[in-house]
């Protein structure tokens, strides 16, 4: 069942999707909001596992179709009687969930297959409700099962889907069973190259939601967002969605703490729009990250999240949050937990991650490359953090076929989605670092238009590596630098080209609209020491940052820098021995938690008022 209002285009897409590829019955799945605001029974815990092995019971039959009659019937091998099967999920190992199955077996460090994971649960399904099977991320591609039947499919490793397993349930022991596909695909988003570890497994929260025939699927709460920003605005609007509730079925909403309470009719879509004044309202801001808590009910069904209230737009070349311009003073982060290494799915793992920012003067971070556990923008909200939000739009990508468009499309609404409610996030990425041409440009202009569309609240930025640099000029010769609210520039001048000092004598030339450096630095293994001008030290490194730092002093519409990168992070295509070792440097902090030279430069930077001007 389909919630989203799809523009004509992405259903267009969509059409072509699912008549292209062969999986896709359902790939894009009704995505439940605020899930770790509800009562679940979490499927944590241990998995069995079985890694695929054709043919026998494979995901894949011979025509590459996705194989019911496979390990998801969880069948067991007879011991007496006749031959049957030859797996046995009851007696194989299990991996734990959430967890990437790369670092916790080790030899499948490397393995971008097929993993199959099962375990048993217990339910008790009620007349008058509804259960769905809620998977916080899966990588890359995944098929579920409930007491072998096919529930859903899903494609995109970084957001989550929800499988509805209501006909599937029985009361009693119940099984699931998850293929789990990481493997790289050309037309995958993202495609076949990447600069970091390809993850796979059921890598976020797997839980089992129970809600009412008709429930609140989605909901947005925002301050409302006019043409101007306008001081002392305390107007909420917003919307909320309910699955299957015939047109003219109230809902209700209510901020205690800020007075308000209003109701809502939904329209034949479910949807019910509301706008309503709040009688106080503390607005959400780094300094005062005041969350309130808002609860929404209709019917038997209820929930209350914690949601913030900010503004946030571009004024020109700057960036306005309140009304007030700021600089963003940030780092980039990859979703990999820093110490004990893996996929980042804890809170003490994002708790480590808010530290370092902290410690760094940080009021920003870029989520690259991907969308993150929502444990670090629920985080990022309580610790008043904003935050740069990022579909896998990395690098090369089929920009010339519909069906990528469709699936970029899909992880752009399930990312907005999921996210949209976070005052926190306060501005969408929709790529990085892609090539410079029509199709692309085309490509891209009309998703970040997509974007704008799902979302007029927010800026729409992307990372681009446009820049074309000569001498001491510096210039962005890119036409999609148009179609963007803020502009996100990557460079490596001092590393990948020219020399550190090249950077105090760069003069850019760039549109007038706020940007953001947001790549720079270069690598140093830590303890590694030496010249400046030798590579893999941290005294290089440092020395690249402090001419960065110089030369971003004298661009007058940078509102914002965030440093490749926070922590080193495995990247299998990092093949130094001694000085990568399967990582890429160019963190701040190593991946066992010890600070560079280069973080204390950052540092210091950000610690200088006179660094990072807001106007
Ligand atoms: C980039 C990419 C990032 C890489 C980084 C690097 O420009 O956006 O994903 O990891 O450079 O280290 O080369």
Avoid at 111 to 116: C, T
Avoid at 171 to 180: C, E, L, R
Avoid at 389 to 399: K, V, Y
């Amino acid at each position: 069942m389909r919630r989203f209002s799809l523009s004509v285009t992405y259903a267009f897409c969509l059409l072509l999707t699912l008549t292209v590829s062969a999986s896709a019955q359902t790939n894009f799945q009704t995505l439940l909001v605020g899930v770790d605001h509800r009562t679940t029974t979490s499927l944590n815990g241990d998995w069995h596992y079985l890694v695929d092995q054709a043919p026998g019971r494979a995901l894949y039959g011979d025509n590459g179709v996705v194989n019911d009659k496979s390990y998801a019937q969880n069948e067991h091998p007879n011991i007496v009687g006749a031959h049957n099967q030859e797996y046995d999920f009851s007696t194989a190992p299990t991996l734990h969930v959430p967890g990437d199955w790369n670092t916790q077996v080790p030899q499948l460090f490397n393995y971008e297959g097929v993993v199959w994971y099962e375990r048993d649960f217990d339910a008790q399904p009620k007349a008058g409700t509804r259960n769905f099977l809620h998977i916080g991320a899966a990588n890359y591609r995944s098929h579920a099962w409930v007491n072998g039947k096919r529930v859903c499919d899903h494609e995109g490793g970084y957001t989550p889907f929800d499988c509805e397993v209501t006909a599937a349930l029985h009361p009693g022991s119940n099984f699931v069973v998850i293929a789990v596909d990481a493997t790289r695909m050309v037309d995958g988003i993202p495609s076949v190259g990447i600069d970091w570890l390809n993850y796979g497994g059921l890598t976020r929260d797997v839980s089992l939601v129970t809600v009412p025939t008709a429930f609140i699927d989605d909901y947005d709460v925002h301050l409302a967002h006019g043409s101007a920003w306008q001081a002392g605005n305390t107007e909420l609007t917003g919307y909320v969605h309910v699955l299957d509730a015939p047109a003219g079925t109230a809902v209700t909403l209510t901020i205690p703490e800020a007075g308000v309470k209003t109701s809502a009719i939904t329209d034949s879509q479910g949807r019910a729009p509301f706008s309503v004044k709040a009688t106080k309202l503390t607005l959400w801001s780094p300094e005062s990250p005041k969350l309130y808590k808002v609860t929404i009910s209709c019917g038997a069904d209820s929930i209350t999240d914690d949601v913030g209230f900010r503004d946030i737009r571009v004024d020109g070349t700057r960036i306005l949050l309140n009304g007030k311009p700021i600089f963003l003073r940030g780092a980039n982060v990859h979703a990999e937990a820093p110490v004990r290494g893996g996929r980042t799915n804890t809170d003490a793992d994002v708790a480590t991650v808010f530290s370092y920012l902290k410690d760094l003067n940080a009021n920003f971070v870029r989520l690259a490359h991907y969308p993150h556990d929502e444990r670090m923008e629920r985080e990022a909200d309580r610790d008043g953090v904003m935050i740069w939000s990022e579909i896998p739009l990395w690098q090369h990508i089929s920009f010339d076929k519909q069906e990528v468009y469709a699936k970029a499309t899909a992880m752009l609404n399930e990312m907005i989605r999921r996210d949209r409610n976070k005052a926190s996030v306060i501005m969408w990425s929709v790529s990085n670092e892609t090539p410079n041409n029509p199709t692309r440009t085309e490509f891209l202009t009309n998703l970040a238009n997509e974007a704008r569309k799902l979302d007029p609240t927010r800026p729409i930025t992307s990372a681009l590596n446009t820049a074309h640099i000569e001498g001491t000029t510096a210039t962005l010769p890119d036409k999609f630098a148009d179609a963007l609210d803020i502009i996100g520039i990557n460079q490596y001048v001092g590393w990948y080209t020219g020399t550190p000092e090249q950077a105090d004598t760069l003069h850019w030339t760039l549109p007038e609209k706020p940007v953001i450096a947001s790549e720079f630095g270069a690598e140093a293994k830590f303890g590694n020491h030496g010249a400046t001008n030798q590579r893999w030290t941290e005294e290089q490194q440092a020395y690249v940052l402090e001419h960065q730092i110089k030369m971003f002093r004298k661009i007058p519409q940078l509102r914002g820098t965030t440093p490749w990168i926070l922590v080193d992070f495995r990247s299998p295509t990092r093949n130094i021995p001694k000085l990568q070792d399967g990582y890429n440097r160019k963190g701040l902090i190593s991946e066992d938690g010890k600070k560079k030279q280069g973080f204390f430069t950052m540092q210091k930077a950000y610690k200088d008022p006179t660094f990072g001007k807001p106007d």
